[in-house]
Structures are given as structure tokens and as C-alpha cells.
């Protein structure tokens, strides 16, 4: 993508439901459709990739079967492949792996375009960017950790950005078609830096979720941070 094309894109948020009240989780999804969400994330985690677990495939399907908004999956777990198939027939539209979970990261990435979903790979904050270098080309998505996995609420960790700057080089001086996802610790505060510095698609979980306002005002929040309200 040209800088003139970045320029007058509109950045997608992808509110993470992590952090919402699960018990009310439809209420929550609602919530963020009528707020103008572009995704909803959901976070798969299993207890052995991350030191948390979260929810799975029938959540999924449940969550599918009452938006109209996309549904991003993020897979923290071990050996994504065996478990691909079941969460695009739940309803996923984005199904995303982390390469440091995958052995055989192309096969799994070819098998997830095969059954009908973009797929998208993502790196935690210590794996470096050449671990993309040869599955760049194959994938619709790169994701972008910019808190260790497993928890929502944590910190930005701050050298994201220099990281998310080198990977949109990459990805223009390609001309690859992958968009730049960027996960954890994103509010209000930083959004317009993870912007900046080349991200397409922001997944906020605390920010949106929180005590201090409404779904709606943070909502609001992050698009007048951005400069979009
Ligand atoms: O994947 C993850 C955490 O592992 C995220 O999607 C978080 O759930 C985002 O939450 P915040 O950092 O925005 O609170
Ligand atoms: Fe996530």
C-alpha cells in the first residue's frame, strides 16, 4: 500500500470481549456492533501456550450466531492446526496462529485459506520479525503482540512501535496484501502511535470493557483519539 493510500484509510478496531462480563457476553457483542466495531476478537487460549485459559469452540459458534460483525479468532494455543477447521465451521472469519505455536506454519496457513477464512499469523513481543520473512506472501494478516499473551489489561510494551514501523516497510517494499493487526494495552492514550507507526487493525479489550464508561463513550474515545469522531 502507498503512503497516499494509508493516508485516507480508515483504521479498523476490533474490541477484544476478554475483559467484558461473560455472563452478559451477547449484551457485550451488541454492545460493540451498535458502537460502529469493525471485528469482534475473541481470544482462544488453553493453559499451555499461554498460562491461561479462555474460551473455545461452542463460544465461538455462540457469538457467531448473534453479530453480523466478523468474527476474529485468536488462537493461543499449541498445534493451531488440529483445531482450525472447527473454529471456521463455528463461524470465524479471520483465524489467527501464532507462529511460535505452529511447526508446519504454511501448511496451517494454506489450511485456513482453504476452509474459507483469512488467515493471519501473530508474534509475540520477543519473537522477531524474520520469523515472518518466508509465510509473509501466504498470509492475510500479521498480528502484532504488544503485551505478552495470555491476560487483557496489561501494558503496551513500548518497542512495539519500532516493530510494527519495520514490519509496514516490509510489508510496502513487498507488496504484500497483509494487514498490520496490533494486540494488547492499546487505549485512548496510545492508539494514535500504533496508528502512526503503520497498524491497519487495533484490538482494544480493557479500554472498551472498563468500569469508567460506557461501550459506547469508549468507543468514542478511541475514534476522537484517532481523529475520526
Ligand atoms: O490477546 C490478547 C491477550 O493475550 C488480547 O486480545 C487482550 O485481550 C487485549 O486486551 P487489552 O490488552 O486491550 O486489555
Ligand atoms: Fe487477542
Redesign the pocket.
Known amino acids: 500500500m502507498t503512503v497516499e493510500q494509508r493516508a485516507g484509510r480508515r483504521v479498523a478496531i476490533a474490541p ?1 470481549v ?2 467484558a462480563d461473560l455472563v452478559r457476553l451477547a449484551d457485550a457483542v451488541a454492545a460493540i456492533e451498535a458502537a460502529g466495531a469493525d471485528y469482534v ?1 475473541l ?1 482462544v ?1 488453553d493453559g499451555r501456550f ?1 498460562p ?1 485459559i479462555t474460551i473455545g469452540i461452542p463460544v465461538v459458534e455462540a457469538v457467531a450466531d448473534v453479530t453480523h460483525l466478523p468474527v476474529d479468532v ?1 488462537l ?1 494455543i499449541v498445534e493451531p492446526e488440529r483445531y482450525v477447521d472447527q473454529f471456521i465451521a463455528a463461524g470465524a472469519q479471520i483465524v489467527t496462529v501464532h507462529v511460535e505455536a505452529s511447526v508446519h506454519l504454511h501448511r496451517t496457513v494454506q489450511r485456513i485459506r482453504e476452509a474459507g477464512a483469512q488467515a493471519g499469523v501473530a508474534l509475540n513481543p520477543a519473537t522477531p520479525l524474520a520469523a515472518i520473512e518466508e509465510i509473509l506472501p501466504f498470509v492475510d494478516l500479521v498480528l502484532v ?10 501494558t ?1 510494551i513500548p518497542t512495539s512501535l519500532g516493530k510494527i514501523e519495520r514490519l509496514r516497510r516490509m510489508i510496502d517494499e513487498r507488496g504484500a496484501r497483509a494487514v498490520i493487526q496490533v ?5 485512548a492514550s496510545n492508539i494514535r502511535r500504533v496508528v502512526d507507526a503503520g497498524a491497519d487493525i487495533i ?7 472498563t468500569p469508567e464508561r460506557s461501550v459506547a463513550e469508549a468507543m468514542a474515545l478511541l475514534r476522537e483519539a484517532l481523529g475520526e469522531a
Open positions: 477484544s476478554l475483559t476478537h481470544d487460549m499461554v491461561n485468536h493461543m503482540m504488544s503485551v505478552n499473551p495470555g491476560f487483557g489489561g496489561q503496551f494486540d494488547g494495552g492499546i487505549k484490538v482494544a479489550g480493557s479500554a472498551v470493557f
